[in-house]
């Protein structure tokens, strides 16, 4: 009977569980635990490592660099007088340039020939109307007084002609060629409108202003002519 039990006993204790046959010889108890605490022990001891390392690297001083040389006076320490004087000068003469390009410019007045081509060429291509004519005829008188130094003022074409008459450096020749043109002004104004053709004016004006130019030409060469002679006899012995 007591051999019978036995069998029984390990029968029971030699079970598989699960269906996989397992013995209590092959893992000893507490072998889980040992092996925790094995692999806990392993982990702080890595750890420690770690650290020592990290705190190793961080107590090495690194190597100090070589040191630097004196550093040199900047730009303006060394020039600063010069670089003032610089400054200023330049800042005057933009002030000249600039007052040089925005000065109001001086108009010089018009030489009086030139003035007065300039005054009866814009009026060419007009209709010759008696305001037309008074306009040219007053640009005429105006020349004719400037260069020929007769008397200031507005004068009227009888005033006019009478001073040229009477006026030497005119001559009789432009004199009368004057007061005919004026003349001649003064009825086609005041004449009523009628079917005459246009006399040219303008042009006509504009040949005035020619001949009188050409006389005053010579009277300046007949002033040089009438000089020559003193000269000479000044530079004689």
Not at 17 to 32: H, T
Not at 214 to 220: D, P, Q, T, Y
């Amino acid at each position: 009977m007591m051999h019978h039990g036995l069998r029984k006993t390990d029968s029971l204790d030699s079970a598989p569980a699960f269906g996989v046959r397992q013995s209590s010889a092959a893992f000893p108890a507490g072998l889980p635990l040992r092996l925790a605490a094995l692999a806990l022990s392993l982990n702080g001891l890595l750890t420690q490592w770690a650290m020592a390392s990290d705190n190793s690297g961080l107590d090495e001083i690194p190597p100090l660099r070589p040191p630097r040389g004196e550093i040199p006076p900047s730009l303006w320490e060394q020039h600063s007088l010069a670089i003032l004087v610089v400054g200023s000068l330049l800042l005057v003469l933009i002030a000249v340039l600039v007052w040089f390009l925005t000065r109001p410019k001086i108009a010089l007045p018009a030489a009086p020939e030139a003035r007065a081509r300039e005054e009866l060429s814009g009026l060419r291509g007009q209709p010759e109307t008696g305001a037309l004519l008074s306009r040219i005829s007053s640009s005429v008188r105006h020349y004719a007084a400037a260069v020929f130094s007769l008397a200031p003022g507005e004068l009227t074409t009888t005033e006019f002609c009478r001073a040229v008459a009477d006026n030497e450096i005119v001559g009789t020749t432009l004199a009368g060629s004057l007061t005919d043109f004026l003349k001649r002004c003064d009825e086609r104004k005041f004449a009523p409108p009628s079917a005459r053709p246009p006399m040219g004016a303008v042009e006509e004006a504009l040949k005035l202003v020619e001949v009188s130019e050409a006389r005053r030409e010579e009277l300046r060469q007949a002033a040089t002519l009438a000089q020559t002679p003193a000269v000479a006899n000044t530079s004689s012995p």
